[in-house]
T-cell receptor, first 113, second 118 residues
């Protein structure tokens, strides 16, 4: 059974720091991995999607890497800002006949001025 | 529409009451998903539609939960005889087409319906 774990569960940092959020999954048979942002009381906003054949994706100050063989992904946030404060979720799409996403429990990030 | 739209945003139900949650996916999106997110947890899969066909309902927690998508666009998640443990945020997501699974099939989520059963 695919399980997704995110470390740390919570993180509080001063503005300007570079951050690394970690995601691990137990089964490497995936189609892709997706990072989401969730603001309090809101839905999920897709940040980056990495196909299983890719090693990384970049969007602005965000960079996500994928090491499928070791079951790990990292989300790197450069020069953090208070507006980055949110919960960050990673999710994998397992190979097979299912199209569902398996989510981690998220990392709650607070960036203070 | 521009994004996935869910209604109502908030719903308070008395225990035992039936509720219906609506999802309008992005126009043209074939795949539609329902997820349940308990407080402090990640979303958990409930059910999946491809057009009007419900291909996977393995995540529905009990037979009190029922979902439909009769015309392959709008979907409704119905919960009968609600219980306190049903309190959660219910998220709907859509993606373009299962056939493009190996390509950039991002899932786009709505803002969710927060259900509180009292």
């Amino acid at each position: 059974k695919q399980e997704v774990t995110q470390i740390p569960a919570a993180l509080s940092v001063p503005e300007g720091e570079n951050l690394v959020l970690n995601c691990s999954f137990t089964d490497s048979a995936i189609y892709n991995l997706q990072w989401f942002r969730q603001d309090p009381g809101k839905g999920l906003t897709s940040l980056l999607l990495i196909q299983s054949s890719q090693r990384e994706q970049t969007s602005g100050r965000l960079n996500a890497s994928l090491d499928k063989s070791s079951g790990r992904s990292t989300l790197y946030i450069a020069a953090s800002q208070p507006g980055d404060s949110a919960t960050y979720l990673c999710a994998v799409r397992p190979r097979g006949n299912t199209d569902k996403l398996i989510f981690g429990t998220g990392t709650r990030l607070q960036v203070f001025p | 529409g521009a994004g996935v739209s869910q209604s109502p945003r908030y719903k308070v139900a008395k225990r035992g009451q039936d509720v219906a949650l609506r999802c309008d996916p992005i126009s043209g999106h074939v795949s539609l998903f329902w997820y349940q997110q308990a407080l402090g947890q990640g979303p958990e899969f409930l059910t999946y539609f491809q057009n009007e066909a419900q291909l996977d309902k393995s995540g529905l927690p009990s037979d009190r939960f029922f979902a439909e998508r009769p015309e392959g666009s709008v979907s409704t998640l119905k919960i009968q005889r609600t219980q306190q443990e049903d309190s959660a945020v219910y998220l709907c997501a859509s993606s373009l087409d299962r056939a493009f699974r190996l390509m950039n099939t991002e899932a786009f989520f709505g803002q969710g319906t927060r259900l509180t059963v009292v």
